[in-house]
């Protein structure tokens, strides 16, 4: 069964850091590329970044450039997403996504269900 499932979510005051991990299971995670995404209450689902099978960045927008970051290890079949610097508009259910191949512009059909990220004084 092709599964992504997340973890490492938590609440974080601001200026703190926090890991995601997105576990792949049921495919071989080095032929995909696999994006983050986060929803905050009341809004829309938006991109936050994505690694491509030859890890090849994407950032989906300007407002983590310089505090997250995305890596991959294909041996562990994980994909992660080092977030630092955080603020409080980056709470937010944060979930992965793989691509229909290697880039990140084949877009998403596999999602995992989310880990709540909740960054609070």
């Known amino acids: 069964q092709v599964q992504l499932v997340e973890s490492g979510g938590g609440s974080v005051q601001p200026g703190g850091s926090l890991r995601l991990s997105c576990a792949a299971s049921g495919f071989t995670l080095d032929y995909y590329a696999i994006g983050w995404f986060r929803q905050a209450p009341g809004k829309e689902r938006e991109g936050v970044l994505c690694?491509?099978?030859?890890?090849?960045?994407?950032y989906y927008g300007d407002s983590v450039k310089g505090r997250f970051t995305i890596s991959r290890d294909n041996a562990k079949n994980t994909v992660y997403l080092q977030m630092n610097s955080l603020k409080p508009e980056d709470t937010a259910v944060y979930s992965c996504?793989?691509?229909?191949?290697?880039?990140?512009?084949?877009?998403?059909?596999?999602w995992g269900k989310g880990t709540l990220v909740t960054v609070s004084s």
């Open positions: 690694i491509s099978s030859s890890d090849g960045i994407t």
């Open positions: 996504a793989r691509a229909r191949g290697g880039e990140c512009n084949y877009g998403m059909n596999v």
